[in-house]
């Protein structure tokens, strides 16, 4: 079950515009228009991993003066955000390229209706610093962590298609993410597939040791996709949202030192890996255009070939990219 998180102490419109939020908003403004035309009662349920969402606006102080109230639930990964999706427990929610396609394959009733690129780097195989396990040849015969059909699941075929294997040469161990974690660390796995905040931890505290990461297996996209009623029920305010999360990112990008240590406080780890994990991602809104279906068709193709999801999907019938008119022109 997923947690209701505790927001952070609110950051003041002048503090905000100090740390320089002022520039990121410009372009998405005028919110008073945005406020006016939703409507009064408005609630959202909002599903986020590890306050990544959450946390980001309410550093950048876009959580002031909602128009509508949200209703937070926090999530260890995307698999179980995506199933109170499916099950109507959360309205939207924000999740990597491939777990979103497995579960809208799946035929979870949402459409995907905004999008953010990061660095790809930021998913990563990861093995305890004393391994033998040197490359993917090397994961051969061996058992790998990862979260079914979430972006590590993914890497793990990715990197075993580029590297001449196939999948039965290694065995997927399917773990929540503290789980790999300390299966890893027991030696009950020889390594772990995982993402963001995960990698930093590993890398910085434990002493674990990248095998292969992202870069040039994956599109390092991510999305927040909504059900199809609140889509229908609720587009003015899921419009809102995706104005003020593309505000929000782009202050954090101009102010990461800022924004590390107040997420560090929200999820309750050191501000050094914080920065670690943004310096990596470097997360940022883009619009749901041509280049966006063409990655979304290759991470779709890629579940089909492996046989993860049974029929090809179409994606670009999973987009909604009239909430591209919320980005920044």
Same mark, same amino acid.
């Given at each position: 079950m997923p947690t209701v998180s505790r927001l952070l102490p609110p950051i003041s419109r002048r503090h905000a515009f100090g740390l320089g939020l002022g520039a990121a908003?410009? #372009? &998405?403004?005028?919110?008073?228009?945005?406020?006016? %035309?939703?409507?009064? /009662?408005?609630?959202?349920?909002? /599903?986020?991993?590890?306050?990544?969402?959450?946390?980001?606006?309410e550093a950048a102080g876009l959580l002031a003066g909602l128009p509508y109230r949200i209703e937070w639930s926090q999530f260890? =990964?995307?698999?179980?955000?995506?199933? =109170? &999706?499916?099950?109507? $427990?959360?309205?939207? /929610?924000?999740?990597?390229?491939?777990p +979103?396609?497995? =579960?809208? =394959?799946?035929?979870?009733?949402?459409?995907?209706? #905004?999008?953010?690129?990061?660095?790809?780097?930021?998913? +990563?195989?990861?093995?305890?610093?004393?391994?033998?396990?040197r490359s993917v040849a090397d994961l051969k015969g061996k058992t790998i962590g990862t979260g079914r059909g979430s972006i590590g699941h993914y890497l793990v075929l990715a990197a075993l298609k580029a590297n001449g294997l196939k999948p039965g040469d290694v065995k997927i161990a399917f773990l929540l993410p503290s789980d790999a974690k300390s299966a890893l660390a027991a030696g009950s796995i020889d390594a772990w597939s995982t993402w963001g905040i995960y990698v930093s931890q590993a890398l910085l505290v434990d002493g674990a040791r990248a095998v292969v +990461? #992202?870069?040039? &297996?994956?599109?390092? &996209?991510?999305y927040q996709s909504a059900t199809l009623e609140a889509i229908s029920t609720k587009r003015e305010a899921l419009t809102d949202l995706i104005r003020r999360t593309a505000a929000a990112r782009l202050w954090a990008l101009e102010n990461s030192d800022?924004?590390?240590?107040?997420?560090?406080? %929200?999820?309750?780890?050191?501000? $050094?890996?914080?920065?670690? +994990?943004?310096?990596?991602?470097r997360a940022r809104p883009v619009a749901i255009d041509a280049s966006v279906i063409a990655d979304q068709q290759a991470t779709s193709d890629v579940w089909r070939e492996f046989g993860i999801i049974q029929n090809r999907l179409d994606a670009a019938a999973i987009f909604d990219p009239g909430f591209n008119s919320a980005l920044p022109a």
């Open positions: 908003v410009a #372009g &998405l403004l005028p919110l008073r228009q945005a406020q006016a %035309a939703v409507p009064a /009662g408005t609630v959202l349920k909002v /599903g986020d991993q590890k306050g990544g969402v959450q946390s980001v606006l260890p =990964a995307a698999a179980p955000l995506l199933e =109170a &999706l499916n099950a109507g $427990a959360i309205e939207v /929610g924000y999740a990597g390229d491939a +979103t396609t497995f =579960a809208l =394959a799946a035929g979870t009733s949402a459409k995907i209706i #905004g999008a953010v690129r990061s660095n790809p780097q930021s998913t +990563t195989i990861l093995v305890p610093g004393s391994s033998p396990i +990461t #992202g870069t040039g &297996l994956m599109s390092g &996209l991510s800022a924004y590390a240590g107040i997420w560090a406080k %929200a999820v309750g780890v050191d501000p $050094a890996i914080a920065r670690h +994990t943004f310096g990596v991602e």
